[in-house]
């Protein structure tokens, strides 16, 4: 498969720029989700048919069944404990590597696997970058059971945060509420602007009824930006603070 819009040329150098500059043989992967981490896998299923020796761990079935098509070998965290690198993508990045993530609703598998790496790696397009992040409405999973009484405690904490009046939707798919590889819904909170991404993502999800977030602060260690033309350049933001005590080794 082959990009065919400049958009997808820009994914395309983002993810294959990945297997030269990180990859090594016998390295244990996370497999981001999303357009521009599925463009890695590819790249990375090709590697193998080359004879390049890893195996990966999918943050959503998404992610897993394109694994399998293109030949990457799979296993799971409770065979190989922590992980040596995750490469996955984001739907908005700040120039301190702060980013939005959930899209594509994997957030929480997401997370899962990013915090048992060694070191993450975001790889974007260049129209992903932002000087703020907040215009991609920020996504957060909630159990189902009494989901509006949570959503209310969402707009209450926005509301104490500074960030008043805070739009908040269920994201619908197919005439229904979508619901994740996990069973739960997504509310996407539409902030426009998020003031202190440090200060709402530590806070969040000390809510009962949510499950993750969609600000992932502080965990990347390098950005991949892809470009249309095919170049790439690499940002070091390993040190940018994270919100979670929990970002280890990077």
Known sequence: MQ???????????????????????????????????????????????NGLNVVGVPTSTGTRDLALEVGVPLTTLAEVGRLDLTVDGADEIDPAGHMIKGGGACLLWERIIADTSNKVVCVVDEGKVVDQLGKFPLP???????????????SSLLDELGQPGVKLTRREKDGGPLVTDSGNFIVDAHLEAIKDPIALDSQLNWIPGVVE?????????????????????????SATRSARPSTRGR
């Open 213 to 237: 977030n969609g600000l992932f602060t502080g965990i990347a260690a390098e950005v991949v930006i892809g470009r249309a033309d095919g170049s790439h350049d690499i940002r070091d933001v």
């Open 3 to 49: 990009p065919s819009n400049e958009q997808d040329r820009a994914k395309w150098a983002a993810g294959t720029a990945v297997i030269d500059a990180y990859i090594r043989d016998g390295m244990k992967l996370g497999l981001g989700s999303g357009t521009t981490s599925h463009w890695f896998v590819r790249a990375l299923g090709e590697a193998v048919s």
């Open 140 to 154: 957060i999973e909630v159990v189902q059971y009494e989901w509006q009484a949570t959503e209310r405690a969402i």
